[in-house]
């Protein structure tokens, strides 16, 4: 039966979700394969949220202009001579035309290719050509400007939200800019770009990242660098969940040493991954020498565009080729060990259905904060930044502390 995407707002579909974490179990079959539930998830969750939509430098220069689809709408991003940053509806303000259909450079001025309309960097209008050769006592050009969009950036990420009532970016994040300031990712730079199509609910793919459960066998190489045993909780207060592998192995595959470290990282980001899924559609993988991020954009149930971006810290602008595309080909091969495994899974999802099982409290609980995190976002509850874990608690000793001694396993 096809549930409707008002019915998804109903607190009962996520009573597994809302349960404790040793009892809770995984979402509905359908919040992966049903068409109503991806319908009001773009509505509830995409048109919400901090939506990560592209690497900060992709718009470091005045002239340059992003277009990008956030939940149903799409929206263009400019930056003004001035540095200062613009998101806008991808919409003219004369009679709706859409304004750009692919990312461009322009030389100072949005045009509407319809009539012409002309828009400065900061959305301000311009020009309106033959307009005034009937003057219209109550037209005003500063009343018809572009319509904004809230937009930001972290480190190496750009952000967007199409709601003024969601907390600004900085408190979205919580805790991360300042758990990850050592880096100063803001300087890194991108070295490689690669655009992928899978076959999977998007949310299949960001859950694959945030568990490390299904390491040891989809991911027998990554296994010797990101060992089980090395994991840890990387969890602060904030929309994200994160973990981290400290140290991060040379021993057995040094791809992830080819490159030197960036320099002026401590003692601990000197040696370590920091994993971190950001809610939605974002997730980052930060080594001491380069990071790996993959952004997600939901085209429908079962189909996801992934976008991946290599990027440096500054030190290492002039790494030598073959020392990119080592690293580039490393995680281009786990990431194909994951599309795999998700591709199956939603396969699974749409042709078993079979009812959600238990969370596996070592390894899932990410899954767990993300599952809650997604459902007040689809039952209209006010956003609330999750609480970061308490250290001092051993009944949260379970992986969920920052760098506890995890219980022994054998696998």
């Given amino acids: 039966m096809t549930v409707t995407a008002v019915s998804w707002a109903g607190e009962s579909l996520f009573a597994g979700t809302r349960k404790p974490l040793a009892t809770a179990t995984g979402l509905p079959p359908s919040a992966y394969t049903d068409t109503d539930f ?29 277009v990008r689809d956030v939940g149903s ?28 259909e692919a990312d461009c450079d322009i030389a100072g001025t949005i045009r509407c290719p319809y009539h012409r309309w002309g828009y400065g960097l900061d959305g301000s209008l ?29 480190g190496v990420l750009l952000f967007a939200c199409l709601s003024p009532d969601t907390p600004p970016l900085q408190e979205w994040l919580g805790d991360l800019p300042d758990r990850m300031a050592g880096y100063k990712l803001d300087s890194w730079v991108s070295k490689h770009d ?20 299904h390491l040891t ?11 089980v045993k090395d994991h840890y909780r990387y969890q602060g207060p904030g929309m994200y969940c994160g973990q981290t ?12 040493l080819v490159m030197p470290a960036s320099e002026g990282l401590d003692d601990s980001d000197s040696v370590s991954g920091r994993f971190v899924a950001i809610f939605p559609n974002v997730m980052l993988s930060v080594l001491p020498n380069h990071v ?48 795999d495994i998700v591709e199956r899974g939603q396969r699974g999802l749409e042709r078993g259905a079979v009812p959600p099982g238990p969370l596996a409290p070592r390894f899932e609980e990410p899954l767990h904060r993300f599952h809650n995190m997604l459902a007040d976002h689809m039952t209209g509850r006010p956003v609330v930044i999750p609480p970061g874990d308490d250290p001092t608690s051993s009944a949260d000793r379970l992986g969920t502390a920052p760098n506890p001694s995890p219980a022994t396993i054998d696998l």
Avoid at 245 to 256: E, I, Y
Wanted: contains cysteine.
């Fill in 38 to 66: 991806f319908t009001a998830e773009q509505a509830n969750v995409f048109e919400h949220a901090w939506v990560c939509v592209g690497i900060a430098n992709d718009v470091a220069q005045p002239g340059r202009l992003l």
């Fill in 73 to 100: 709408k799409s929206i263009i991003i400019t930056r003004d001579t001035d540095g200062q940053l613009h998101g806008f509806l991808n919409s003219c303000r004369h009679r709706g035309t859409e304004l750009a």
């Fill in 126 to 154: 311009k020009a309106t050509p033959f307009f005034e050769e009937v003057p219209k006592a109550d037209f005003d050009k500063a009343n018809y400007g572009l319509v904004s969009v809230r937009v930001d950036t972290w």
């Fill in 194 to 213: 690669q655009r992928l199509e899978i076959q999977s609910n998007w949310k299949l793919v960001t859950e694959n990242y945030q568990e490390y459960y």
């Fill in 217 to 227: 066998w989809v991911h027998p190489e990554l296994a010797k660098v990101s060992r």
């Fill in 245 to 256: 592998t400290t140290p991060v192995s040379g021993d057995d595959r040094d791809d992830w």
């Fill in 292 to 339: 790996w991020v993959m952004r997600l954009d939901p085209m429908s149930p079962g189909l996801t565009k992934e976008t991946c971006t290599l990027l440096v810290p500054s030190s290492n602008a002039n790494a030598t080729p073959e020392a990119i595309r080592q690293t580039v080909d490393f995680w281009i091969d786990v990431n194909s060990e994951d599309i």
